[in-house]
């Protein structure tokens, strides 16, 4: 049973550009989680969506971010015109039901550097 | 809002006990859980606990008081391996998002 995967792992951009990070949930979730990492902090939640639903986007940045879960194919996090400070760890992680006492099951991250 | 406290860092030997304490503050509760990471891997998931009391798996136990807002993980039997960060979070006043701790880093020493 295949874990979260995350694509890429490592993604490099020049400020201005736009970075697509990709979130393959586990099989039988339905409900993802991204979460943003910098460096020597905890995990912040971003972004929690269902298929073709945001649920709660509560701790996404007001621009530049958005977040979709199609029907078919894996969570997409795009981050527009990118700055130096989007230069973080992105996880994603997936559950089965959403209830409040699922596991969030994490994926290996990517890590973003904005030159 | 939610904000957990953590220690930053704990230093123990091999073989030994160690206990890392967390303090919450939240507006709604559900539950704590425990996440361990390696080197910025991936958090992996270590215990849940909704209700008051100990959880045990294996050399890891959690403890948690709802009342004090506090909780604890509890390593037993440390191992080299065991060095790493842990993050304690919250599900609760708002849905299923998890806030976290700032991390405690792990250090097992010979």
């Known amino acids: 049973n295949a874990g979260v995967m995350q694509n890429p792992r490592h993604l490099v951009r020049r400020r201005g550009q736009e970075a697509r990070l990709r979130c393959s949930p586990m099989?039988?979730?339905?409900?993802v989680y991204w979460y943003r990492q910098l460096p020597e902090e905890g995990l912040k939640f971003m972004v929690y969506?269902?298929?073709?639903?945001?649920?709660?986007e509560s701790g996404m940045p007001k621009e530049r971010f958005s977040a979709e879960f199609p029907k078919e194919g894996p969570s997409i996090l795009r981050i527009q015109q990118v700055v130096r400070g989007d230069s973080a760890a992105y996880f994603c992680?997936?559950?089965?039901?959403?209830?409040?006492?699922?596991?969030?099951?994490f994926g290996p991250g990517t890590r973003l550097t904005v030159l | 809002g939610q904000s957990l406290e953590q220690p930053s860092e704990v230093t123990a030997v091999e073989g030994a006990i160690v206990q890392i304490n967390c303090t919450y503050q939240?507006?709604?509760?559900?539950?704590l859980s425990w996440y361990q990471q390696h080197d910025g891997g991936a958090p992996t998931f270590l215990s849940y606990?909704?209700?008051?009391g100990l959880e045990e798996t294996g050399r890891f136990s959690s403890f948690l008081s709802r009342s004090d807002s506090y909780g604890y993980l509890l390593l037993q039997e440390l191992q080299m391996k065991d060095s790493a960060s842990y993050f304690c979070?919250?599900?609760?006043?708002?849905?299923?998002?998890?806030?976290f701790g700032t991390g405690t880093q792990l250090k097992v020493e010979l």
């Open positions: 992680a997936s559950s089965p039901q959403g209830a409040s006492t699922d596991t969030q099951y």
């Open positions: 099989k039988g979730h339905s409900h």
């Open positions: 969506l269902q298929k073709e639903n945001i649920i709660d």
């Open positions: 979070a919250v599900t609760g006043g708002g849905g299923n998002k998890l806030t």
């Open positions: 606990n909704a209700l008051d």
């Open positions: 939240t507006s709604g509760f559900y539950g």
